[in-house]
C-alpha cells in the first residue's frame, strides 16, 4: 500500500498562475481532507470532504477549490495564486468523518512569486 | 474557540535523557488528542491517540497522558536517541471533529 500520495512534491507560480495539488489514497478510507502549514504555526484545515460526493469548507477556505473525483482522489485548485499561498499543502484520509486518526501524504512545497 | 499550544517551541538534550513535551488546550470538550512525529521534507506520522475517555497511552519508548480537567497532554520519551529528532506535533479532534493543532515542538537529540 502506498498510504496516501501528492503530487507535485514542489511547485514554484508566479501571481496570478492557476495549479491543482493531486491526492490519492489506496486505503479505501471515506473522508479526505487539505491542511496548510506555514512556519510557526500549526496545521490549517482547508476543505475536507466526509464521503465522496461531498466537499465542506475548513477553516481558511478562501483562495481555494475542491474536487472529489472518487473515493480515492481528492484534489485542491488555486485558481489565482497569491504569495500568501506560499505554504506546505498536506493531504490526509480517514476512515471516516468521525474523531478518527488521519493518514497524511508526504506534502506539496508551493512557493508563489 | 479552540487553541492548542505547546511549550517549549525547540529543545535540545543529549542522548539517551528522559524528556517530556508539554501540550494545552483551552476547551476541555474533546473527542481525542493525537501526538504526531514530522520530519523535514516528509508527511506527518502519527505516534499515538488518546480518546477522551483514556488517562493515557503506550507505544514503546513513548507514553502520552491526557488530562481533559485541565486541558494538558504530555508525551514522554524514555530513553532518547538521534533517532527521534523531529517535530512534534499535538491535535486535539473538537466537536465538530475536525483537528485543530499545536505549532508543534522541534527536538534535537545531540549524539
Known amino acids: 500500500n502506498a498510504g496516501v500520495t501528492q503530487t507535485p512534491k514542489f511547485q514554484v507560480l508566479k501571481t496570478g498562475q492557476s495549479m491543482t495539488l493531486q491526492c490519492a489514497q489506496d486505503?479505501?478510507?471515506?473522508?479526505m481532507y487539505w491542511y496548510r502549514q506555514d512556519p510557526g504555526m500549526g496545521l490549517r484545515l482547508i476543505y475536507y470532504s466526509a464521503s465522496e460526493g461531498t466537499t465542506d469548507k475548513g477553516e481558511v477556505p478562501n483562495g481555494y477549490n475542491v474536487s472529489r473525483l472518487n473515493k480515492r482522489e481528492f484534489s485542491l485548485r488555486l485558481e489565482s495564486a497569491a504569495p500568501s499561498q506560499t505554504s506546505v499543502y498536506f493531504c490526509?484520509?480517514?476512515?471516516?468523518?468521525?474523531?478518527?486518526?488521519?493518514?497524511f501524504g508526504p506534502g506539496t512545497r508551493l512557493t508563489v512569486t | 474557540k479552540q487553541e492548542v499550544t505547546q511549550i517549549p517551541a525547540a529543545l535540545s538534550v543529549p542522548e539517551g535523557e528522559n524528556l517530556v513535551l508539554n501540550c494545552s488546550f483551552t476547551d476541555s470538550a474533546i473527542y481525542n488528542l493525537q501526538w504526531f512525529r514530522q520530519d523535514p521534507g516528509k508527511g506527518l506520522t502519527s505516534l499515538l491517540l488518546i480518546q477522551s475517555s483514556q488517562r493515557e497511552q503506550t507505544s514503546g519508548r513513548l507514553n502520552a497522558s491526557l488530562d481533559k480537567s485541565s486541558g494538558r497532554s504530555t508525551l514522554y520519551i524514555a530513553a532518547s536517541q538521534p533517532g527521534d529528532s523531529a517535530t512534534y506535533l499535538c491535535a486535539v479532534s473538537d466537536s465538530n471533529y475536525q483537528l485543530i493543532w499545536g505549532a508543534g515542538t522541534k527536538l534535537i537529540i545531540k549524539p
Open positions: 490526509a484520509s480517514s476512515v471516516g468523518g468521525g474523531p478518527y486518526e488521519q493518514y
Open positions: 486505503m479505501n478510507h471515506n473522508s
